[in-house]
């Protein structure tokens, strides 16, 4: 057994306290379906990182490896809020590595499991640091593919204003990157199919508008509770993903104003050209239906600066949204 993989197969407890790429292993944060995730000391410049170890297969995949080279240097040089910051992404030993900031907190997955639904306002705010993190990767000319609630951190804020700090990573490491369509060579689809878009199950080319939709998968569960599509097999949910229009958000939280299923409905529009532009469109739209307008309570930040700006840029809704898409719960008024 070659070394890289008896590090990285090895329980848990047998890296801690050894050494990995000037990195000594502090604890196990947690894994994923790729990978381990530690939190390291960076021994040459004694601070604390969260170090990524990812499956030895993946380093031998030539098309994982160049995506990963090539999406971890353009994340690093994105300088974000809302980024998780890339210190170093690299090869020992054939084992593929990423070391990043550390951020104490959560993800949203485990915040979303432990406390159900969020409130308008909380959704609100982490779907916008969310939205603006997306959208400057966009602007960069990278698809981020794989926006599910895993991939959100969250980590306290700095006041009261603003009570959660969130953070987006795993730029280019979904395994769906191994094939076009996101299947494997035997069939399966790799990873969760909650927040996968239509054309992405189709393997048609993606853009920056395959992330509003799955940023409005990981919004409306943040609201609702689930997911907009909950199905009792893959096939079923990937059926549902291309071809069933998603249930009100209203049906479940009653407590929301109808305005909030039409922005759904958009954001998780079958088509790319059907949803919001961006990301930052499609919140400045759940904003303005869910709170009337966005609240400035507090000094505008950076985000709140740019959602005002899309929403003024936010085109008129195509004459087939004037209309409900869908009949109320409960049938028409
Ligand atoms: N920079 C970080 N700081 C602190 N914790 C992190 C950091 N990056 C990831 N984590 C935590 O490590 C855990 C594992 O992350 P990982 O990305 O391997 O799995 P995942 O995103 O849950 O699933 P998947 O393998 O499908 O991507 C997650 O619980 C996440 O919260
Ligand atoms: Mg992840």
């Given at each position: 057994m070659s070394r890289e993989t008896s590090l990285f197969s090895g329980r848990p407890s047998d890296l801690i306290g050894r050494q990995v790429a000037g990195y000594r292993i502090e604890r196990e944060i947690g894994r994923g379906g790729m990978a381990v995730v530690y939190r390291a000391r960076d021994l040459r410049l004694e601070r604390t990182v969260a170090l990524k170890l990812l499956a030895p297969e993946l380093a031998r995949n030539d098309t994982f490896r160049k995506r990963f080279t090539h999406e971890s240097r353009v994340a690093a040089a994105i300088d974000h809020p809302h980024i998780v910051?890339?210190?170093?992404?690299?090869?020992?030993?054939?084992?593929?590595?990423?070391?990043?900031?550390?951020?104490?907190?959560?993800?949203?997955?485990?915040?979303?499991?432990?406390?159900?639904?969020?409130?308008?306002?909380?959704?609100?705010?982490?779907?916008?640091?969310?939205?603006?993190?997306l959208d400057a990767a966009h602007e960069?000319?990278?698809?981020?593919?794989?926006?599910?609630?895993?991939?959100?951190?969250?980590?306290?804020?700095?006041?009261?204003?603003?009570?959660?700090?969130?953070?987006?990573?795993?730029?280019?490491?979904?395994?769906?990157?191994?094939?076009?369509?996101?299947?494997?060579?035997?069939?399966?689809?790799?990873?969760?199919?909650?927040?996968?878009?239509?054309?992405?199950?189709?393997?048609?080319?993606?853009?920056?508008?395959?992330?509003?939709?799955?940023?409005?998968?990981?919004?409306?569960?943040?609201?609702?509770?689930?997911?907009?599509?909950?199905?009792?097999?893959?096939?079923?949910l990937l059926w549902a993903h291309q071809y069933d229009e998603p249930p009100h958000l209203t049906a479940t939280r009653t407590d929301l104003p109808p305005a909030v299923d039409e922005v759904f409905a958009q954001a998780l529009a079958k088509t790319p050209d059907a949803r919001h532009a961006t990301c930052l469109t499609f919140v400045a739209a759940l904003r303005a239906a869910l709170l009337g307008g966005p609240p400035e309570r507090h000094p505008p930040t950076e985000v709140d600066r740019r959602i005002a700006a899309a929403d003024e840029e936010r085109p008129k809704p195509p004459p087939r949204w004037a209309a409900p898409v869908f009949e109320p719960p409960g049938g028409p008024a």
């Open positions: 910051p890339v210190f170093e992404a690299d090869e020992t030993d054939g084992l593929l590595y990423i070391a990043m900031r550390y951020v104490a907190g959560s993800d949203l997955r485990h915040l979303l499991d432990g406390r159900g639904p969020l409130p308008p306002a909380a959704a609100a705010r982490i779907a916008a640091q969310v939205a603006s993190a960069h000319g990278l698809v981020h593919r794989d926006v599910k609630p895993g991939n959100i951190l969250v980590d306290r804020g700095t006041d009261s204003d603003h009570p959660e700090h969130v953070y987006l990573t795993d730029f280019g490491l979904t395994k769906k990157s191994l094939s076009l369509t996101g299947f494997t060579t035997v069939g399966q689809f790799v990873g969760t199919l909650d927040y996968v878009a239509p054309e992405q199950i189709s393997g048609r080319p993606v853009d920056g508008r395959c992330d509003v939709y799955g940023l409005a998968c990981v919004v409306y569960e943040t609201l609702a509770g689930h997911p907009p599509f909950r199905r009792d097999d893959d096939m079923a």
